[in-house]
C-alpha cells in the first residue's frame, strides 16, 4: 500500500485547458487535407493545359507514331494523324513547287544575264578591235600625208642621183653629201614603214604602177616594166603613189595599154 501510495496521481486538466488544447489539431487536418487537394488540382490542370501544347508542338508524323504505339489503338485519332499527314506532305509538296519554280526562274534568269555578258563582251572585243583598227588607219592615213609632202623632194634627190655628173673632186664631194642626205631620208621613211614599189623587171599592175609609155619587145614578156621614171611608194600596204613606168609589148601578141 505505501509503494503504490508513493506514486504521483494523474493531475486531471480542466475541461476548458483540455478543449483549448485540443482545437488547434483538430483545425490544421482539415486546411492541410484542403491544400493538399488543391495543389494536386493546380498539378492536374497544367498538366492538362501543357498537354495540347506538346501535342501542337509536335508533328503530325510524331502525333501519327504516338497514335499507333499506343496500346489502345483509337480509329478515329488514327485517322486524324493520317488526315494530318496528307495535309503536311500536300504543303510539302506545294513548297516543293514552289523552290522548283523559284529554281527555275533563277535559272533563266542567270542564263539571260550570262548571254547579255557574253554579248556585252562580244562587243566589247569587236570595239576594241575596230578602234584598234580605225586608229592604226588613223596613224597610217596621216603618215601617208607627210611623206606625200616629201616626195617631191625626194624625186629632186633622185632626178640629182641620174643627173649630175662630177667631173672634179669637189663636184663630187657635193655630190657626196646630197647622197648622204637623200640616204637619211629613205632611212627615215623606211622606219615610218614606207616602202617602194617594186618597177623594173616586174610584170605591170595597174594597182601600182602608172604606164606613160610602151614599148616594143621580143626579149620580154609582153607587160613587163622596162624602165622606171618616177618612184612609187606605199606604206602599211597601202598605195601612197604609183610608179611610173615603161611597159614592154610584143609586135606578134597584143599590146599592152596604157589605160591598164
Same mark, same amino acid.
Given at each position: 500500500?505505501?509503494?503504490?501510495? #508513493?506514486?504521483?496521481?494523474?493531475?486531471?486538466?480542466?475541461?476548458?485547458?483540455q478543449r483549448?488544447?485540443?482545437?488547434p489539431?483538430v483545425a490544421?487536418a482539415?486546411?492541410?487535407?484542403r491544400?493538399?487537394a488543391?495543389?494536386?488540382?493546380e498539378?492536374q490542370?497544367?498538366?492538362?493545359?501543357?498537354a495540347?501544347?506538346e501535342?501542337a508542338a509536335?508533328t503530325?508524323?510524331?502525333?501519327?507514331?504516338?497514335a499507333?504505339?499506343?496500346?489502345?489503338?483509337?480509329?478515329?485519332?488514327?485517322?486524324a494523324a493520317?488526315?494530318?499527314?496528307e495535309?503536311?506532305?500536300g504543303?510539302l509538296?506545294s513548297?516543293?513547287?514552289?523552290?522548283?519554280?523559284?529554281?527555275?526562274?533563277?535559272?533563266a534568269?542567270?542564263a539571260?544575264?550570262k548571254?547579255q555578258?557574253?554579248r556585252l /563582251?562580244?562587243?566589247?572585243?569587236?570595239?576594241?578591235?575596230?578602234?584598234?583598227?580605225?586608229?592604226?588607219?588613223?596613224t597610217?592615213?596621216?603618215?601617208?600625208?607627210?611623206i606625200?609632202?616629201?616626195?617631191?623632194i625626194?624625186?629632186?634627190?633622185?632626178l640629182?642621183?641620174t643627173?649630175?655628173k662630177?667631173?672634179t673632186?669637189?663636184?663630187?664631194?657635193? /655630190?657626196? #653629201?646630197?647622197?648622204?642626205l637623200?640616204?637619211?631620208?629613205?632611212d627615215l621613211?623606211?622606219?615610218?614603214?614606207?616602202?617602194a614599189v617594186?618597177?623594173?623587171?616586174?610584170?605591170?599592175?595597174?594597182?601600182?604602177?602608172d604606164?606613160?609609155?610602151r614599148?616594143?619587145s621580143n626579149?620580154?614578156?609582153d607587160?613587163?616594166?622596162l624602165?622606171?621614171?618616177?618612184?612609187g611608194?606605199?606604206?602599211?600596204?597601202?598605195?601612197?603613189r604609183?610608179?611610173?613606168?615603161?611597159?614592154?609589148?610584143?609586135?606578134?601578141g597584143?599590146?599592152?595599154? #596604157?589605160?591598164?
Amino acid at each position: 500500500m505505501q509503494l503504490l501510495s #508513493s506514486r504521483p496521481a494523474c493531475v486531471a486538466l480542466p475541461r476548458s485547458v483540455q478543449r483549448a488544447a485540443a482545437k488547434p489539431m483538430v483545425a490544421r487536418a482539415p486546411v492541410a487535407r484542403r491544400f493538399v487537394a488543391t495543389r494536386a488540382a493546380e498539378v492536374q490542370e497544367a498538366e492538362a493545359a501543357a498537354a495540347p501544347a506538346e501535342e501542337a508542338a509536335a508533328t503530325p508524323l510524331e502525333r501519327a507514331k504516338k497514335a499507333l504505339d499506343s496500346e489502345t489503338l483509337d480509329k478515329d485519332v488514327l485517322t486524324a494523324a493520317l488526315a494530318e499527314l496528307e495535309a503536311e506532305m500536300g504543303r510539302l509538296q506545294s513548297a516543293a513547287n514552289e523552290a522548283n519554280d523559284r529554281a527555275k526562274s533563277l535559272e533563266a534568269s542567270l542564263a539571260s544575264a550570262k548571254d547579255q555578258y557574253l554579248r556585252l /563582251n562580244a562587243d566589247f572585243d569587236n570595239f576594241r578591235r575596230r578602234t584598234r583598227e580605225e586608229s592604226a588607219a588613223l596613224t597610217d592615213s596621216v603618215r601617208g600625208d607627210v611623206i606625200k609632202e616629201m616626195l617631191p623632194i625626194v624625186d629632186n634627190f633622185e632626178l640629182a642621183r641620174t643627173q649630175v655628173k662630177a667631173e672634179t673632186e669637189a663636184e663630187q664631194k657635193i /655630190n657626196n #653629201s646630197y647622197q648622204g642626205l637623200y640616204k637619211q631620208m629613205v632611212d627615215l621613211m623606211r622606219t615610218q614603214g614606207v616602202e617602194a614599189v617594186p618597177t623594173t623587171g616586174t610584170p605591170f599592175d595597174p594597182n601600182i604602177h602608172d604606164a606613160i609609155m610602151r614599148e616594143p619587145s621580143n626579149s620580154h614578156p609582153d607587160g613587163t616594166v622596162l624602165q622606171e621614171f618616177r618612184k612609187g611608194f606605199a606604206i602599211g600596204g597601202k598605195l601612197i603613189r604609183p610608179a611610173m613606168v615603161k611597159v614592154s609589148y610584143t609586135e606578134d601578141g597584143p599590146a599592152a595599154s #596604157s589605160e591598164e
